[in-house]
């Protein structure tokens, strides 16, 4: 995916004020590599996979193990979801 400069400047203070413990495939693959999210609203990401991935950037919401969702607490993937439509 091929970013504005003002999106790749973005990107890079993003990346820049956080430790990734992924070493930012997401950013290295392009933003085509992803865990599937779904945006709910401004800035709240819910990753439907974070478990199955046992994601350290989620964190759980909710009431219990059934009603709760894992929301996304990485500000490059919501960056990319939010910014960039991916």
């Known amino acids: 995916m091929e970013l504005t400069v ?8 993003i990346m820049a004020e956080i430790d990734c ?7 290295k693959s392009g933003f085509e590599h992803l865990a599937p ?3 709910m609203s401004d800035n709240a990401v819910v990753c439907p996979k974070a478990r199955e991935y ?9 009431l219990n193990s059934i009603l709760s969702i894992m929301l996304c607490r990485c500000p490059l993937r919501r960056y990319a979801a939010l910014e960039l439509g991916r």
Do not use: I, N, S, W
Request: glycine residues 4%.
């Open 21 to 27: 413990p992924r070493d930012f495939h997401c950013c």
């Open 54 to 62: 046992l994601c350290r950037m989620a964190t759980k919401f909710g």
């Open 37 to 39: 999210v779904k945006v």
């Open 6 to 13: 003002e999106q790749e400047a973005d990107v890079q203070k």
